[in-house]
């Protein structure tokens, strides 16, 4: 309930008495909110630009818009890894208009200034004409984005050139995204065929879906039917969901589905059960038997603040967040594999990550139906009189914290992680309404080494 | 697919397939397609048959047993998708799309001894949820001749588009 007297509703309203946790749904319908999160988050933390295998060799570049802001992601000829704001220093006409390629110049076809892949000005024409032209060419070279750091081959940036480091950043997500690395011993390689798509819907509901164990056999019921007859036991049953601190979130998955390679099931067929036992001998060897367990047995559907999801589940996803307004958001996905993987094993990991994940398969369409009827239906109680119907509810398992035991994966607690760090962010920790003892906020991170 | 000449009818183990009748079964695959009728689609194909779609970034030569790709659906992937959009809990299908399609641009090509290649045009409309889309691309597909008929080998459909726009999902058959 919204008390009378308050002048602005809470954004997020905790109740520990009724045990209830509501977010008020301007969040993802308000240009204010949109404005301010641009600002408050997607300028000043670390964000997700790609990964070093899609720029694998020198001179290699990729063009990408990151918070709005189109960028070219390059490797120079010495190797050296630069983000570049896409954008002529002279008159600000985008520099590179292919999406991708291998360029050891970048020419504006506007007025022909050149720039080197490492962001020096190769050449202005006529550069006599200005006055101290030594001078004013250092002025000119291509803007870098102020940060760029790389944990495991994930490359990072941040629009802020004073944001803690990016290890600071990641916390405990670092070694989630290790454990993928580790899953074989040559590391792993981004693939070409990257899905792009756009969903009407805002970037907070495509996070709040990736932590949500409990819609999975409601929404991805006829997904769940599949593996079932396939001979695979589905199950929610002793499975948690972590809240990993600064926002990052982790669901922990034992009952969802196979993993090639490592825990075969019977849609997976006769050689993969083969390939498998080698490579699970293989990893207790070189990882030992107890990060072996926890790199191998798991599926990991990790959230890293606020826009990279790695969906380490049947195969390996990475998947990128762009907010575009309050009610779109474009989304990128990349497949990861094992860089030495036989030609067998690439076809069924790139078959079935493919069947679940991504606009054309057989679970991840019913997601954004999800993200896009909320969208719409959060319409129905915009501007509503009685503003405390304008609350989206995300109380389910709250007891858990009161107990301070992990959150089961079927409940909401990885949400009210991201919520509680994202009103944080955004700076609106005023319009955060506590009734009743709050239970100290606790980190649910577990030894996994 | 891109050679000059006719290519308006070719041979195909002593059987001479026209255009013609290779736009019939295209024709004919629209209507079910549009009509919702999953079980006359999957009619249309011959045992073992694969359906294909390749991401927008998509480079000729990119195999989609070693890239990502939006759909990589093997015979038995296809029952599976048939049975989900037969389902009241496919969710994004329900209501269905609503849908409009549009073949031309319709050339066949040599494959082997009892297959020949198509590719055509198409433009798909999509109403639903007070959205109307239009996914433009072509086809490239491998039909099974035999003679009682064509059928899908391969049912293959490249999108013209640099991404797929806001909604703009694939939980239909493009």
Same mark, same amino acid.
Request: aromatic residues 10%; glycine residues 8%.
């Given at each position: ?22 977010v008020?749904r301007?969040a993802y319908r308000?240009?204010?909110v949109f404005?301010?999160e641009?600002?408050?988050i ?159 819907g805002n970037w907070k509901l495509a996070v709040e879906n990736a932590m ?35 926002g ?18 019977? =849609?997976?067929? +006769? *050689?993969?059960?083969? !390939? ?10 070189? &990882? %030992?038997? $107890? ?12 959230f890293?603040f606020p826009n ?13 967040l762009?907010p575009?307004?309050p009610g779109?958001t ?41 993200y896009?009827?909320v969208q ?16 989206s ?14 959150? =089961?994966?079927? +409940? *909401?607690?990885?949400m !009210?992680?991201f919520w509680?760090?994202w009103?944080?962010?955004v700076? &609106? %920790?005023? $319009? ?18 | ?174």
């Amino acid at each position: 309930m919204v008390d009378a007297d308050d002048v602005v509703a809470p954004m997020i309203a905790e109740d520990w008495d009724r045990l209830t946790f509501r977010v008020n749904r301007d969040a993802y319908r308000s240009e204010a909110v949109f404005a301010r999160e641009r600002e408050q988050i997607w300028l000043r933390t670390w964000l997700y630009l790609g990964h070093e295998t899609e720029i694998a060799n020198p001179n290699d570049f990729k063009v990408r818009t990151i918070a709005g802001r189109p960028l070219i992601f390059c490797r120079d000829t010495a190797g050296e890894v630069h983000a570049f704001l896409n954008s002529c220093p002279h008159r600000g006409t985008v520099l590179c208009r292919e999406a991708e390629g291998s360029a050891k110049l970048f020419q504006c076809f506007y007025h022909a200034w050149t720039f080197r892949n490492n962001g020096d000005v190769a050449s202005i024409p006529d550069a006599d004409a200005y006055g101290s032209s030594d001078e004013f060419r250092d002025l000119m070279s291509l803007r870098a984005v102020p940060r760029l750091e790389t944990h495991e081959g994930y490359v990072f940036v941040s629009f802020n050139p004073d944001v803690p480091s990016l290890r600071e950043h990641l916390g405990d997500a670092a070694d989630y995204m290790t454990m993928i690395e580790q899953q074989h011993a040559g590391g792993m390689t981004t693939l070409p065929g990257v899905q792009l798509y756009g969903v009407r819907g805002n970037w907070k509901l495509a996070v709040e879906n990736a932590m949500d164990g409990y819609h999975f056999s409601p929404t991805h019921n006829t997904f769940v039917g599949y593996l079932r007859e396939s001979g695979f036991a589905v199950t929610d049953d002793d499975q948690y969901a972590y809240n990993l601190g600064n926002g990052h979130g982790l669901l922990v998955l034992t009952g969802h589905g196979g993993r090639i390679s490592m825990i075969w099931e019977p =849609r997976f067929g +006769d *050689e993969e059960r083969v !390939r498998t036992e080698v490579h699970r001998t293989e990893m207790v060897d070189r &990882l %030992g038997e $107890r990060r072996a367990h926890y790199v191998a047995d798991e599926s990991h559907i990790l959230f890293v603040f606020p826009n990279l999801l790695l969906f380490d589940i049947e195969g390996l996803s990475i998947r990128q967040l762009e907010p575009i307004a309050p009610g779109q958001t474009d989304v990128r996905a990349w497949q990861l594999a094992p860089r030495d993987e036989e030609p067998a094993a690439r076809a069924l990991r790139m078959k079935t990550v493919v069947s679940f994940v991504g606009p054309g398969g057989l679970a991840t369409p019913d997601d954004i139906e999800a993200y896009e009827a909320v969208q719409r239906g959060i319409q129905a109680t915009a501007g509503a009189v009685r503003t405390e119907l304008d609350y989206s509810d995300m109380s389910r398992g709250m007891i858990d914290e009161v107990k301070r035991v992990p959150g =089961r994966s079927i +409940d *909401e607690g990885a949400m !009210r992680g991201f919520w509680r760090h994202w009103l944080d962010a955004v700076d &609106l %920790g005023d $319009r955060l309404r506590v009734t009743g003892d709050r239970p100290a906020e606790f980190l649910e991170g577990r030894d996994v080494r | 697919m891109t050679a000059l000449g006719s290519h308006s009818a070719v041979v195909v183990g002593g059987r001479t397939v026209a255009r013609t009748e290779v736009e019939d079964f295209l024709y004919a695959e629209a209507d079910v397609l549009d009509a919702w009728d999953y079980d006359a689609w999957l009619a249309l194909f011959e045992a073992g048959a694969r359906y294909e779609i390749p991401t927008t970034d998509h480079q000729a030569g990119w195999s989609p047993h070693a890239s990502g790709s939006f759909v990589d659906d093997d015979w038995d992937l296809i029952k599976a998708r048939v049975k989900r959009l037969k389902s009241r809990k496919a969710h994004a299908e329900n209501p269905p799309s609503r849908t409009h399609r549009l073949v031309s641009n319709v050339r066949l090509f040599e494959n082997d001894a009892d297959s020949l290649r198509v590719s055509a045009a198409f433009v798909v409309h999509r109403a639903r949820d007070g959205q109307f889309d239009a996914y433009v691309g072509h086809y490239q597909h491998v039909l099974a001749v035999s003679d009682d008929g064509l059928r899908f080998r391969l049912r293959r459909s490249v999108l013209g588009h640099e991404s797929l726009g806001p909604g703009a999902r694939l939980s239909f058959i493009l």
